[in-house]
């Protein structure tokens, strides 16, 4: 087959397609042996770390931290400690199979491993070009299910089979991928910071909108909680018992299923300020045999385990999981102005919320959760203010999401012509 002056041929492979005639298509295990780090793990005792260590310590956060090189980890190893692990050597390859499975990286410096990486310690082709087959996000078609560490082990790695160029090739699309991906990254970068200042800014609206009003010229007082702050002179401080009923569901988990029955709301179900549909649903009969109890819609639903601060109003009737506690509003507050507040009361769940694993707070801790309480008027000016101005934010967040999500597709899909010879070679050319 032809191709812009240059004959291809199929590769066997689904995902590389057809290739340059006289390129190769090997397993990686060709290419060296594929290790797996050590086990078990150094434990957090002072005896196996060094600040002052030969070689640092290898996280999976510190994987996901870097891009291409890693230059730096947050611990270093003891004499003791690098000595029960697996000690790499500057410009090895690895590749995590835990966390972040598949995050290729390439070690400027002296490290350790643990278990949830696979390394290639004699490794016969330069390794960027390597990272590069692997940061592409084709390399585990094929594999099964994407994501456990069952599925890629050394023998499954060392078993994919990829192109082959010849060095001179090689370093050719390496020095490409190099500038390209630079530039694209750089913009991904830009815009990811865009996205972080925009939801600061809106979370800034928020929480000014329900704790200060929308009156500038209006006249504050102590609110009496330091986290609070200043709050306008004519709210009233009160709790969250006294201006709703607090739903606490059954400890039993009822038969879930995906066709019919009452929705099962949870955390997943949770992503926008209103819910009407969730993934899976409770029969009645199901229903009566858990006690489940039905929550009845226009509740304020939130988080009590976890990450605190989750809110939503549900639309229909349904039963929430036990990852979730609700506010069911009196007359005196509006639904939307209250679930703006629990947005904004994180301070409040993390100073009250207990903690072995991971943060819960429990029903008192729900009753007594402060509510400022506007004029019902002001509160109704206040959830208008923030659905105007908030969806303006919304949009531009969104558009702003699909321009990263574009530009990582474009890097992929750049990555994988280059290293599959679709690209050609005067192409890549400076």
């Known amino acids: 087959m032809n191709k812009n002056g240059t004959v291809f041929k199929s590769s066997g492979v689904e995902w590389v397609g057809d290739v340059p005639e006289h390129w190769q298509v090997c397993k990686l ?10 086990s078990p793990r150094p434990i957090d005792d002072p005896k196996f770390f060094d600040d002052d260590g030969e070689f640092a310590w290898v996280r999976i956060s510190d994987v996901t931290a870097s891009r291409k090189y890693l230059t730096q980890t947050t611990q270093k ?13 500057p410009e090895t390859f ?23 990486f696979v390394y290639f310690p004699y490794l016969q082709i330069n390794p960027d070009f390597l990272y590069y087959l692997f940061d592409g996000g084709q390399l585990f078609q094929g594999l099964g299910k994407l994501g456990t560490q069952l599925n890629l082990n050394t023998e499954t ?12 090739e090689i370093q050719l699309i390496v020095d490409y991928l190099d500038r390209e991906t630079t530039q694209i990254d750089n913009l991904i970068a830009a815009k990811e910071q865009m996205l972080t200042l925009l939801e600061e800014k809106r979370e800034a609206l928020i929480s000014h909108a329900v704790t200060r ?75 009566k045999l858990a006690g489940s109890k039905i929550l009845k819609r226009g509740s304020v639903i939130a988080s009590c385990v976890g990450n605190l601060g989750i809110c939503t109003i549900n639309d229909v009737d349904l039963i929430i999981n036990q990852q979730l506690q609700a506010f069911i509003p009196h007359k005196n507050i509006i639904a939307e102005y209250f679930c703006e507040l629990v947005r904004v009361s994180t301070n409040y769940f993390k100073m009250i919320g207990t903690s072995v694993t991971i943060v819960y707070v429990n029903q008192l801790g729900f009753e007594n959760m402060p509510v400022l309480l506007p004029p019902k008027e002001e509160q109704k000016q206040i959830v208008e203010h923030l659905n105007r101005e908030i969806g303006k934010m919304d949009e531009l967040l969104a558009a702003i999401k699909d321009s990263i999500a574009l530009l990582k597709e474009r890097r992929s899909a750049l990555i994988t012509a280059a290293v599959t010879g679709q690209i050609a070679l005067e192409e890549m050319t400076p």
């Open 94 to 116: 690895f590749v995590s199979i835990a966390a972040s499975v598949g995050k290729p990286i390439i070690t400027k410096i002296k490290c350790c491993i643990h278990d949830g």
């Open 77 to 89: 190893l003891s004499p003791l400690g690098s000595s029960l692990s697996v000690k790499l050597e």
């Open 29 to 38: 295990k060709r290419l060296s042996p594929v290790k797996r780090g050590a």
């Open 157 to 168: 790695i060392g078993s994919i089979h990829i192109p082959l160029p010849p060095n001179d």
């Open 213 to 287: 009003g929308l009156d500038p010229n209006v006249a504050f007082k102590r609110s009496g909680l330091d986290w609070l702050g200043d709050i306008p002179q004519h709210w009233q401080v009160s709790k969250a018992k006294f201006v709703s009923d607090i739903f606490v569901p059954q400890r039993n988990k009822p038969e879930l299923n995906t066709e019919e029955g009452i929705p099962w709301l949870t955390m997943e179900d949770m992503q926008s300020k209103r819910v009407s549909n969730t993934s899976f649903k409770v029969s009645q009969e199901a229903s």
